[in-house]
């Protein structure tokens, strides 16, 4: 079984978000970066995929040079080969974006039973890219997928609606979107570092696209409290609680 | 006119789509509703309530229950035939996924999850939106270069009001043309509810939840005690839900559930963005952490600076003094 995973380079913020002085993007001098943990879920289920059926999990990112990062530790836990399309380091739109990896898709000689992403990016959640690549490649997809078993060609599917399950079944070649909570991704294991050091990395250069979704400013949302009021320290704050509570009505 | 996607199951209405409805009625008089699948004629009463003059009806035996890429293909025969200048549904996964569809047939842009919307006032100008990023903790003003547009409304950036004195929207039904390719992907059946007790996280007026300060599974014992005498249920962050800690289905954020409670008491979590951005909703939070300094007190209306372990036990023994 060939397994594709499709991820994205997101800056890692703690407690709040710094902008650059133009509000056009984050401010990331500071900051760590990561992928989405919905991705991280698709790399884990891949990597298990193809301990239990062999082939292959390949990854594929657009974004900067420096996305190679997010590539290397992800092969670590477990793919064969990572393809970089770089960008000069500007948001794509989801079209753009989608039509890059469409491209690269295509130009791939593994024709790849299985499209693994995210549900939706962590930074932009445009909640479309993978729509939009399965319908240019004219697959079946089935989103936000929080349960997942192969066979026999057919990926029996499960996602949480409410408290509900919905079941779906979809025959393979297909893409899948997978959630938090679909497995517990590894962690690398030390060999697994060193290995993926030589793993390789094919880099391309897709066209830019003029976008048609054209980000202009950001602003940080506004808290709905000024912060907390601190009603004490151990349990001699207690009461003081138990009061609060009960003016909010929180006693019944 | 602005078309608006009223989400459904087995005729059941997804509430959020009233809140899309509502956000169509500031932009637009004239709005009206479509509803894919079976039993959707049965919502022209609240679609007429909420502002739209006509219900479009989708009817095609293919369509009897949810399907995806069905929907979008027959939203956009339906767009084609009637021209709107927008389309929006709730931003909820179905809505996001339908109008994504929807995007792809047409091969236009979309903006998911927006908290605002102005529609372009000339031809070949382009629309604006607010939209969500990073869970509603970032705010993008975009332009979405495209004569009709397709989004959908953040959640909680619009309270559904109806109009007093409405009556029920005209039905027409409308025929599709699907494709088998259409129809590969859909609702097979369904998984039984998680046998809980308690209340789900959506539903709960009051969630008790614990982040890596709880220190263990066992540390959710008095967590889950306070709950109780709360009429509670039990929430976590992610370092508990990836520890193993506790079952996903229990993660508020921004990739677990979004949660709007009466009453949030976060013990042992430390408030990053992203656990934020699934509780900021709620109506009042209170912190019990050792850290004063924890960035959550920011997002927070009380707290009580201590250990969980000691404060949480003895807030229970309070309350059931104070119940009796
Ligand atoms: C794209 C993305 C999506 C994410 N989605 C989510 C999500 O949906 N939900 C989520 O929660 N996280 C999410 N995360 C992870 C998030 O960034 C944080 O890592 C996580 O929320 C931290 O969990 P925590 O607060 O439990 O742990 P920590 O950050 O380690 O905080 C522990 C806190 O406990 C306090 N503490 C310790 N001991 C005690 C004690 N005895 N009594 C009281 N307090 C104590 C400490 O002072 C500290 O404040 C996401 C991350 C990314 C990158
Ligand atoms: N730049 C990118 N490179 C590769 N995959 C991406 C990129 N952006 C988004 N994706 C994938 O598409 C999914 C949905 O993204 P979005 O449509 O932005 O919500 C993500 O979870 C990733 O799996």
Redesign the pocket.
Known sequence: MDVLVCLKR?P?AGGTFLLTPDSRDIETKYLGF?I??HEENAVEAGVQLVEQMGGSLTLLTLGPSQAEEQLRAQLAIGASRGILLETDGQDWDPQATAAALVDAINAEETKFDLILFGAES?DSAGYQIHIRVAHALGRPIVTNVKGMKIADGVAHCERAVGTVRELYECPLPAIITVR?GLNIPRYPSVPGRIQARKKPIEMKKPEPHVPRLEKLLLTVAPSNTSGAQVLGNGVEAVPALVEVLRTIGALG | MILVLLDHDRGELDQLSLRALTAARKLSDDVQAVVIGEHGESLAVVAGEYGASILHVASHEGLADYTPTASGRALSQLVTELKPVAVLAAGSPRGNEQLAHLAAFLDLPMAAECSSITLSTSPGAPHSVTRARWGASLLEDAYVHSELLIATVLTFSVEPAPIAGATAATVKTFLPNLEASDLLVRVLGRGGEATTTRVTLADAKVIVSG???VGGPEGFAILEELADLLGGTIGC????TSSGWRPHAE??????TKVAPDLYIA??????M??IA?CKNSKTIVV????PE?PILAYADYAIIG???KVIPALSAAIREAKV
């Open positions: 997101v890692i990561g989405s943990p962590a938090d | 982040g890596r300060g962050s992610r370092v508990v993660q508020v954020g921004q990739t677990g013990a042992g979590i430390s408030g990053a992203q656990h699934g019990i952490n050792t850290d924890a250990d969980l372990h």
